[in-house]
């Protein structure tokens, strides 16, 4: 069993940053892929970014490519999302999950476990 615990959201102002983390507690001795996705109110969780465990295959969803940086810290069980230029359409739960192995699984039911999510809010 794995626990994800994401941490850094809060309230910003358009054309800010922050930088979210997931810390990860339990089975954290497997190779596993670390994402981001996020969930905006009325609207389906959708892929933000992926990196597998070694750092050497890094994916974005276009919509943050060039603002957003994925990166992780195996010696921590951490993850991070550091987040530039946001804008107001960044607005929704950010939540980290990782999927045991190597392979990058294509669609969010297919991850193993999830973080309890953390509040992104973008004022324009």
């Known amino acids: 069993q794995m626990n994800l615990d994401e941490s850094g959201g809060g309230l910003v102002q358009a054309g800010g940053s922050l930088k979210l983390s997931c810390v990860a507690s339990g089975r954290t001795f497997d190779t596993n892929v670390l994402a981001w996705f996020r969930q905006a109110p009325g609207k389906e969780r959708e892929f933000v970014a992926v990196?597998?465990?070694?750092?050497?295959?890094?994916k974005y969803a276009d919509s943050v490519k060039g603002r957003f940086t994925i990166s992780r810290d195996n010696n921590k069980n951490a993850g991070y999302l550091q987040m530039n230029n946001l804008r107001p359409e960044d607005t929704a739960v950010y939540y980290c999950a990782v999927r045991l192995g190597m392979w990058i699984p294509p669609t969010p039911e297919e991850y193993d476990y999830w973080g309890q999510g953390t509040q992104v809010t973008v004022q324009s």
């Open positions: 990196i597998n465990w070694y750092g050497s295959t890094i």
